[in-house]
């Protein structure tokens, strides 16, 4: 399974951004969740969202809640990751995983793309 991360970029505050998943290679299973985590510089991976590919079921951080927004495009085998109302407190590599738990622990998530970085400035 590959996953190819797109989508980063340097935005101001109050900016947005759309990131990009695509599973370029690999069976995709309807059962699967995908997810977005990010890492800011010196500090620890967190959860932002998932869904899964088959159900319009979303899960959100707090931190993010409100703010971005998830969705999936079975047919691109692509999900999004839509960032509105952007922070300098958002500024992180964002990676997208998938997994098969409805989980907020990375260590749920076998499989992951190699990260697009997003800088806020303030």
């Known amino acids: 399974v590959q996953l190819q991360a797109s989508g980063g970029g340097l935005v101001e505050t109050g900016g947005s951004l759309k990131l990009s998943c695509t599973q370029a290679?690999?069976?995709?299973?309807?059962?699967?969740?995908m997810a977005w985590f990010r890492q800011a510089p010196g500090k620890e991976r967190e959860f932002v969202a998932l869904t899964r590919w088959s159900r319009d079921s979303t899960l959100y951080a707090g931190s993010v809640k409100g703010r971005f927004t998830i969705s999936r495009d079975s047919a691109r085998n692509t999900v999004y990751l839509q960032m509105n109302t952007l922070k300098p407190d958002d500024t992180a590599v964002y990676y997208c995983?998938?997994?098969?738990?409805?989980?907020?622990?990375?260590?749920?998530?076998?499989?992951w793309g190699q990260g697009t970085l997003v800088t806020v400035s303030s």
């Open positions: 290679s690999g069976r995709i299973f309807s059962s699967a969740v």
């Open positions: 995983a998938r997994g098969i738990q409805w989980s907020m622990q990375s260590s749920e998530y076998n499989f």
